[in-house]
């Protein structure tokens, strides 16, 4: 790896670190903000959800604006809004100024993701791709890992609002160091204007091709976020009557799951590609063994909780294989808008997914902030099924050709 190569890869995986820690941070402040504000589960889903709005509303501008003035410029200004967001949060003392702020953040780190994996495309060949952007999604699932115990600790000699001002700077040090420090990719191809980006965008919807590839993936990361950033430390402690601590252990030990995974996942990718596995077949493969594991949660096998949720998080983050199986298909000028796309209708999900659970909760009385154990059932029962639907359409053969994006250069804008 070129020194080139390993500072496009450290400060883009930096700002997606601070993306995921946004993501997340609900999770250590929900039983603060429940107790300060008086929150339901509902009000809690939405106001998380909030963020993952923010993040999906910005991604089809996003993805023209990285495609038409580059990763770095475009990452490094959006991240001072989501530095703006956090502040308003932590200073926040009514829920509408909080709503206000964490949907600000998730426009401000809207881009992180996509910018990630746009400046890993103009730099690294298509063979190192499912590595590279596994070992991204790695150092973002250490956001993941903060949230858990870390952050845990950190309340209990810190108030939650204190936390908020650490971030905003943190995002500012990392807007910055981008800005000065990540270099700007040479476009080999002549840059189309703003109006002919978004007509890029429509044919990229209008894609047989890009809802095959990301049928099974959209459902199953839109399930495993939602949960891993709000509802998991719930079910901890309602079903499985973890007390605070443990259930903040076990998140981490999630997220640090998610890590191995990721980079496990890419890395085999190309290997088990020589052996005629192709990696489309290959993230079905650890999409369907994330469903499972979802399963033997639910009926609560006699499996240590250890390793049921490590298992959980690392087949969670295997529907990240399908940014670099899109990454095959569609030209280079596209990969800004096609990542965003994807990501787009994936935060969309997570945005109803959290909300929706949040709403099924509530629908059973709550005892000291606990819910049932049927309530979650319920809750988790309806996104197995949605899953398994979803995991249907992946498999059933389809009239689009996933062609690599050589034959269907010319056939796109």
Not at 30 to 42: E, K, M, Q, V
Not at 66 to 74: N, P, Q, T
Not at 196 to 204: C, N, R, V
Request: charged residues 10%.
């Amino acid at each position: 790896m070129s020194s080139t190569q390993l500072r496009v890869f450290l400060l883009f995986s930096a700002g997606y670190f601070v993306s995921y820690v946004f993501r997340g941070v609900n999770l250590g402040f929900a039983p603060f903000i429940t107790h300060d504000l008086g929150l339901s589960a509902t009000d809690l889903g939405l106001l998380t959800s909030l963020y993952f709005l923010g993040f999906a509303g910005a991604q089809i501008p996003a993805g023209v604006l990285l495609d038409h003035y580059g990763a770095r410029r475009v990452t490094a200004v959006t991240m001072l809004f989501a530095a703006l967001g956090i502040w308003m949060f932590g200073a926040a003392h009514s829920v509408g100024m909080m709503m206000f702020g964490r949907l600000l953040i998730g426009v401000g780190v809207s881009v992180c993701l996509g910018a990630a994996f746009k400046a890993l495309a103009q730099h690294f060949e298509p063979g190192r791709l499912p590595l590279m952007n596994g070992l991204v999604m790695a150092i973002g699932g250490f956001g993941g890992v903060m949230v858990g115990s870390p952050l845990t600790w950190v309340l209990s000699f810190a108030s939650w609002r204190a936390v908020c001002i650490g971030l905003g700077l943190l995002t500012v040090v990392v807007a910055v160091a981008q800005w000065t420090l990540a270099p700007d990719a040479r476009e080999t191809h002549r840059q189309a204007g703003i109006g002919a980006q978004f007509k890029g965008t429509l044919h990229i919807l209008r894609s047989g091709a890009f809802w095959k590839i990301g049928s099974f993936s959209i459902v199953t990361q839109g399930v495993f976020y939602a949960m891993q950033s709000l509802w998991v430390g719930a079910w901890l402690r309602d079903v499985q009557g973890f007390a605070p601590r443990e259930a903040a252990s076990l998140v981490s030990i999630l997220g640090f799951a998610m890590m191995a995974g990721c980079v496990g996942f890419g890395a085999a990718a190309r290997g088990l590609e020589r052996r005629g596995i192709s990696l489309y077949v290959f993230c079905g493969i650890g999409m369907a063994l994330y469903v499972l594991t979802q399963l033997l949660i639910m009926f609560n096998v006699p499996l240590p909780a250890s390793l049921l949720w490590a298992a959980y998080g690392v087949f969670g983050g295997t529907g990240i294989l399908s940014y670099a199986v899109m990454a095959r298909h569609f030209p280079a000028q596209m990969i800004g808008r096609v990542n965003t796309t994807l990501t787009l209708i994936i935060f969309l999900l997570i945005f109803g997914f959290q909300i929706g659970v949040g709403a099924v909760l509530s629908r059973w009385p709550a005892h000291d902030g606990h819910y049932p154990a049927a309530a979650h059932l319920t809750a988790w029962g309806i996104l197995v099924a949605l899953q398994v639907l979803s995991a249907i359409w992946y498999v059933l053969p389809g009239r689009a050709r996933l062609q690599p994006a050589h034959v269907r250069a010319e056939q796109q804008v």
